[in-house]
């Protein structure tokens, strides 16, 4: 099991930024690759941003490319989300995941991922 703690969300003014980190524990060893996914009221939930593990190759949502940056670091296996110009549209509950395999061409699906932190709740004011 991998257990998934994220941290760093909270209420930023439009054109803010916020930086979001997500702690890896348990049986971390193999890990595929890593995201964060938002889930806004009303909404299904929807993928934002991933990094595979072992070559650090990024994945991003097309409403938030040149905005958001993922990043990790393997030694802490923690995972980081540095939002930059965030927009009301942005509010959402964001969950960071671990994938233990899967392939690139499924990186942005909810099921390549088998497991999910509690999630950190955004909320962007206009």
């Known amino acids: 099991q991998v257990q998934l703690v994220e941290s760093g969300g909270g209420l930023v003014q439009a054109g803010g930024s916020l930086r979001l980190s997500c702690v890896a524990s348990g049986r971390t060893f193999g890990t595929y690759a890593m995201g964060w996914f938002r889930q806004a009221p009303g909404k299904e939930r929807e993928f934002v941003a991933a990094l595979t593990w072992s070559m650090f190759t990024k994945y991003y949502a097309e409403s938030v490319k040149g905005r958001f940056t993922i990043s990790g670091d393997t030694g802490k296996n923690t995972m980081y989300l540095q939002m930059s110009m965030l927009k009301p549209e942005d509010t959402a509950v964001y969950y960071c995941?671990?994938?233990?395999?899967?392939?690139?061409?499924?990186?942005?699906?909810?099921?390549?991922?088998?497991?999910w932190g509690r999630g950190t709740q955004v909320t962007v004011s206009s």
């Open positions: 995941a671990a994938s233990g395999g899967g392939r690139p061409a499924d990186i942005t699906r909810t099921h390549t991922f088998g497991f």
